[in-house]
């Protein structure tokens, strides 16, 4: 089945600071998408983004489906941006999640 | 709207009991799925269904078993459960076909002792 890896696995970084999160997928995939974890468990959708590229406030995400690799930036860090972020691979009717990459904002 | 519901959200079991963990969602979604999340390991698909009446197996199917009678609810059960099972399971639903985001429950934590 396909694979999903995402880089790094754990990022500290100051408030204010920008980030690059990756995203490396194995096969060709229906869609793309990329949640955000909060400290409660809970998961937020952030982007469906199967190609191209999507902007949402300091977040954007691009995907380039023909290279297999999606790129979610977050800018000028809050410390309510900490969590873990995960992106997800739609294939053959099957979600498969990467192992996320822990982000830790400091104030 | 309550969207995607899991009960229940907190469980202790004695290693070798059975329980069921029951996903509902109100959006008439067809597909539908459960996840595993250990620490440092993501959510790791268990089993999942594309319709009443439909399952398949995930990534980690051992040790469970899902049911989709109703178009609304998707069952997964330990018929006995091991300390291996300690985790957070999330359910999960989408719509069919392409454009479509999929919708987490809050999670239920289980824990076997």
């Known amino acids: 089945g396909i694979q999903v890896e995402q880089s790094p696995p754990d990022l500290i970084l100051q408030e204010g600071a920008n980030s690059t999160l990756r995203c490396n997928f194995s096969?060709?995939?229906?869609?793309l998408q990329w949640f955000h974890q909060n400290p409660w468990g809970q998961l937020i959708n952030l982007f469906y983004?199967?190609?191209g590229t999507k902007q949402n406030g300091r977040l954007s995400a691009t995907t380039v489906a023909t290279e297999r690799y999606s790129l979610l930036y977050i800018s000028s860090s809050q410390t309510t941006d900490s969590g873990v972020y995960f992106c997800?691979?739609?294939?053959?009717?099957?979600?498969?999640f990467g192992k996320g990459t822990r982000l830790h904002i400091l104030p | 709207n309550a969207g995607v519901t899991q009960t229940p959200k907190f469980r202790v079991l004695k290693t070798g009991q059975s329980m069921t963990l029951l996903c509902a969602q109100d959006?008439?979604?067809?597909?539908m799925y459960w996840y595993r999340q250990d620490p440092g390991m993501g959510l790791r698909l268990i089993h999942y269904?594309?319709?009443?009446?439909?399952?398949a197996k995930g990534e980690v199917p051992d040790g469970y078993n899902v049911s989709r009678l109703k178009k609304q609810n998707f069952l997964l059960g330990l018929e006995s459960a091991a300390p291996s099972q300690t985790s957070v399971y999330f359910c999960a639903s989408i719509k069919a076909g392409t454009g479509n985001t999929i919708y987490f429950g809050e999670g239920s934590w289980l824990t076997v002792v």
């Open positions: 959006m008439n979604h067809e597909y």
């Open positions: 096969d060709s995939v229906n869609n």
């Open positions: 997800a691979a739609y294939r053959d009717d099957k979600i498969i």
């Open positions: 269904s594309v319709g009443e009446g439909t399952t």
């Open positions: 983004i199967p190609s």
